[in-house]
């Protein structure tokens, strides 16, 4: 069984560029989940996409924005880039509800 | 909102001794309650859940149990290793998981 797998492990972008993060789910789920971790600080919820369709949103302006395919891999769209954006970017995966299991992470640099 | 706190680290202990990670929680339902470990360099690894008032959960000799009554989910571990030198994070599910800030715990042989 394959877990959730992220990429690019890390890549740096410069202000007000564009990035795009990239997220395989294990096998068998249907729901994608997107978390921000600035350094020393728990992860924060941006999003979530159940079966295509966006299924909850935290505290996140517009300029982040996301898409899940049919084959429930997801990918996290961040435009017009901040200082303030680089962080370890988490994506999870589920069955539903069910308890989440997080990939390794994208460690985007903004400078 | 729901919300999550956490005892502040860093938290320094010598191998073997006694752990305890104490987390509170803030929700309007009835959540289900984690504790989430990270290595360094790495992602989140789900430790142990439980999912209602009075469950216990444990794996690798780390136990907590969901007290509803003081609104608490603390992290206990009789012996601790070098190994369990990590991040360790509560947090709270409504769907979206809701995260504390982290303990960073070292162990010193």
């Known amino acids: 069984e394959t877990g959730v797998t992220q990429s690019p492990t890390h890549l740096i972008k410069t202000r007000g560029q564009q990035v795009t993060l990239r997220c395989s789910s294990q096998?068998?789920?249907?729901?994608v989940s997107w978390y921000q971790q600035a350094l020393g600080q728990g992860p924060q919820f941006i999003f979530q996409?159940?079966?295509?369709?966006?299924?909850g949103r935290g505290n996140f302006p517009p300029r982040f924005s996301g898409l899940q395919f049919p084959n429930y891999s997801s990918e996290l769209n961040v435009n017009a880039l901040e200082l303030d954006d680089s962080a370890l970017y988490l994506c999870?995966?589920?069955?539903?509800?069910?308890?989440?299991?997080f990939g390794p992470g994208t460690r985007l640099t903004v400078t | 909102g729901d919300s999550v706190t956490q005892m502040e680290g860093p938290v320094t202990l010598s191998e073997e001794a006694f752990l305890t990670i104490n987390c509170t929680y803030t929700?309007?339902?009835?959540?289900?309650l984690f504790w989430y470990v990270q290595y360094p360099g790495e992602g989140l690894q789900l430790l142990l859940k439980?999912?209602?008032?009075?469950d216990k959960g444990s794996n690798k000799g780390f136990e907590a149990t969901y007290r509803k009554e003081t609104t608490s989910f603390h992290l206990e571990k009789g012996s601790v290793q070098v190994s369990d030198s990590a991040v360790y994070f509560c947090?709270?599910?409504?769907?979206?998981?809701?995260f504390g800030t982290g303990t960073r715990l070292t162990i010193i042989p």
């Open positions: 999870a995966s589920s069955l539903g509800a069910r308890e989440q299991y």
């Open positions: 096998s068998g789920h249907n729901t």
């Open positions: 996409y159940y079966r295509e369709e966006e299924n």
């Open positions: 929700a309007t339902g009835y959540p289900s």
């Open positions: 439980a999912t209602k008032a009075d």
């Open positions: 947090a709270l599910s409504d769907e979206k998981l809701t």
